[in-house]
């Protein structure tokens, strides 16, 4: 299907994406009724706004109609796609996770036996017990502070402990970093407490991706994770892209599932692809410069759980789901250093700095940084684009 305007092969968003968004309504409007209905009514919307994109359409071809129909990007104030009820994070790439747990615990010990449970193998080969992965591992985050692109993120004050066995401190975090993330917002009819979505039935409640930065204050994270997981380290802004790429758009670049051998408990188990040729970057602008610099390219695709996945384990137990709940991948890290998507990674927990190109140096996140994330996908003729997350971080005073 041709569109009605020629466009690059390098635009974001061409006839075959149409991402949805929200500008200039923020009190009045939102996606969540629209999200709420089923998919093969966000099948129905998709084909009728590109039969009316087409250069076949007589509808959009009069001037005087255009312009009335289009808003120019560089006029619209974009909002937050939809009223988010619920945030869950997940831990859903094997890199990333283990690189963490490498640098905090040991090679030896760098997964928790709920991610990957390494036993004997003489021992458990009949159970099949050897190198299972279990779950999707996540945490409920804070949904009133996720924010729309372009908002700026203040460095927090909080408890940290910065030599082992002293005392705890309290101040402004030190280490400051971000986490480059994928996210969906549930979509379809919302189900009722104690009804778990089944694997086979999941896309269903999948109406689309945006970008997501999960700012993360490492150093707080250290000392108030242990029991219970982050907290107030990740409280402190969650930023995503202003579009919502629907999965119908990403339908042509689906790739193999990550590996999943031996496979999961059987609810988890799916033989479809619901994994995404989606390449990811992200760049940081320095204060007071107009240098930017690629410090990571990643891939949606090195994820280990698939969004299906994510979504049947979260309702397992019976939770309950509603339009417009969001549910994010968890940093995406690759298998090279150059991949990951951190800077704790980047920098190997602050041992590494990151040359960039203005000259400085970076080990995690300094006041007046930019962070610019992207995402797209490519084939010969076309380009699905995600636009950008891009947050500053501000002084915490």
Known sequence: MKCIINYSTSCDFPIENLPYGVFSTKDETTLNKFMSLQSKAWKEAREKIQELLSVNSAALQDQNIRKRAFTPQSEAIMHLPAAIGDYTDFYSSIHHATNVGIMFRSKENALMPNWYLFNNLQTHRENNYYCRKYLPVGYHGRASSVVVSNTAIKRPYGQTLPVDGAAPVFGPCKLMDFELEMAFFVGGLPTKL???????????????????????????QKWEYVPLGPFTSKNLGTSISPWVVTTLALDAFKVENFPQNPPPFEYLVHDDKYNFDINLEVNIIPNNSSVSTTICRSNYKYLYWTAKQQLTHHTITGCNLNPGDLMASGTISGETSDSFGSMLELSWKGTKPIKLNDGSDRKFLLDGDTVIMKAYCESDTYRIGFGSCVGKLLPAN
């Open 194 to 220: 104690g009804e778990p979505v089944k694997i086979d039935e999941a896309q269903d409640h999948i109406f689309g991706f945006v970008i997501m930065n999960d700012w993360s204050a490492r150093d707080i």
